[in-house]
């Protein structure tokens, strides 16, 4: 394994962090949506966030390929430009769904954001470089991560040309990629995953790996040969938060107040 982007980054770890921001289905906050994000920062705790592109390229705040389980539209959400996205609400609430700059603006640097590129594995990058455009302007700390390899590779070459010098890169990974959810890789890619060889190209500032796949000796060398912080996810009770703590530097978290 080769080290990092080389540059300390504290503050990945100094705070726990809320998956999809503080959400809570009872109180009519959602997932991901700007109530999320503020009562995150009222709480103090960083959030992760999940990014898409329209079909018209705005970048929004949404984890789903699909709208039928967070609205009450049905279909993909990269099938609608962004003007039949911002007439959208999110299930339950009279909110819509988020560019990622409202999303930014809301937080207003308050509390560190880790932005997740969702990926279709297919070499398309027009994404990341949105994302990338977006947190060059943003006054706050910001990371941007992916399961994807090739998003995070191409902001690691020219994360300096892109204005984003500031912003740790990181890749989220687990231990395997077989099953249903990982149909659409090739055996290469899954390959390519689980080795964590791509690490000479993305060269990750941070790990966020998944808490069932705990302990495990990517993270573990990430951590102590590397001095590469490990975020875990997603973690739902004091319990597992725990246990996952002496494996990780930091939670991701749900469904509880760690």
Known sequence: MTRGGGVPYHWLTE??????????????????SLSAARAAVCAGYAIECDVQASADGEVVVFHDETLERLTDATGRLDAL?????????????????PTLRDFLATIGGN???????KSRFDGDLALARSVA????????????ESFDPAPIAELRAHFGALGIAGAPLGV????????????FLSAAQREELAQFSHVERTRPDFL?????DLPHEIP???REDLGIPVTTWTVRG????????????QIVFEGFAP
């Not at 007439?87 to 819509?96: I, N, Q, S, Y």
């Not at 231990?175 to 149909?183: L, T």
């Not at 938060?241 to 530097?249: H, Q």
Request: a positive charge; glycine letters at 6%.
């Open 15 to 32: 705070h726990k962090i809320a998956h999809r921001g503080l959400h809570d289905r009872s109180k009519g906050i959602v997932e991901n």
């Open 81 to 97: 430009n962004h003007f039949e996205i911002a007439r959208l609400t999110l299930r339950g609430t009279r909110e819509g769904v």
């Open 111 to 117: 509390v560190p954001l880790f932005i997740e590129i």
């Open 133 to 144: 455009e977006i947190v060059a302007h943003y006054r706050g700390v910001a990371a941007i």
């Open 172 to 183: 989220v990974a687990q231990a395997s990629y077989e099953g249903e959810d990982w149909r």
């Open 208 to 212: 966020s790996w998944n808490v069932h």
């Open 220 to 222: 573990r060398r990430c």
């Open 238 to 249: 004091a319990e597992q938060a725990k246990t996952a703590l002496t494996f990780a530097d």
